[in-house]
């Protein structure tokens, strides 16, 4: 157990729909990010987090937004679903500055758009 | 942008047989360099880390190589177990601060046959 809780760990929706991730980091870690991983493909990181600012964006879509509130969860917002957004999203988090690095993952929740 | 290169996609070896994972980064700055490993349906976790200040890391069956004047590092796995099967990705952060955006290389299957 990584520390690191995502809800939910599954969920079906349909195309032009909008869903909710949440994510709870370790205790303690102050950056939160968020990865997506598609079928066999690896780890897109879309957005990162850090004591409730917004620290680094990667490839994330205009239809995608997160936030991490002051009791350090955080949620991406995935609206307008298209088919191609099923996949695997991932939260990790990390104490953020002057850790290791080390990202904790937690387990996912998985996307399925129909 | 930063990216990360990583080669080979797919790895096949007999059990006993070394394993050797190759990967390149682009961003200069980067200073951290993990690896993780995602087994089947789980989420990725950290096996092996080294930061640009070392040139070579070992921990039991598993060690990492940095060039930094080359921009490389490598993954090397010895006597290799039926339960190293998984998917390896490799990493590379420039960690500043609060700031540790960690980019992923696309993974490599390793599969190892008893």
């Known amino acids: 157990d990584s520390g690191v809780t995502q809800t939910p760990k599954h969920l079906i929706t349909a195309t032009g729909q909008r869903v909710t991730l949440r994510c709870s980091p370790r205790?303690?870690?102050?950056?939160v990010y968020w990865y997506q991983q598609s079928l066999d493909q690896g780890l897109q990181f879309l957005i990162q987090?850090?004591?409730?600012?917004?620290?680094a964006k990667g490839n994330i879509l205009e239809r995608f937004s997160a936030q991490q509130f002051p009791d350090l969860h955080s949620e991406l917002n995935l609206s307008s679903l298209e088919l191609g957004d099923s996949a695997l999203y991932f939260c990790?988090?990390?104490?953020?500055?002057?850790?290791?690095?080390?990202?904790?993952f937690g387990e996912g929740s998985r996307l399925t758009v129909l | 942008g930063e990216n990360v290169e990583q080669h080979p996609s797919t790895l096949s070896v007999q059990e006993g047989d070394s394993a050797v994972i190759k990967c390149t980064y682009s961003d200069s700055a980067s200073n951290y360099f993990p690896w993780y490993k995602q087994e089947l349906g789980k989420r990725p976790q950290l096996i092996i880390d080294i930061r640009s200040n070392v040139g070579e890391k070992k921990d039991q069956r598993i060690a990492v190589t940095l060039n930094k004047t080359a921009k490389h590092f490598s993954l090397h796995i010895t006597e290799t177990q039926p339960e190293d099967s998984a998917v390896y990705f490799c990493a590379a952060c420039r960690i500043s601060g609060g700031y540790n955006k960690l980019i992923f290389g696309a993974g490599t299957r390793l599969a190892v046959h008893p």
């Open positions: 205790s303690g870690d102050l950056s």
């Open positions: 987090y850090y004591n409730g600012e917004e620290r």
């Open positions: 990790a988090s990390s104490l953020g500055q002057g850790a290791t690095g080390e990202l904790f």
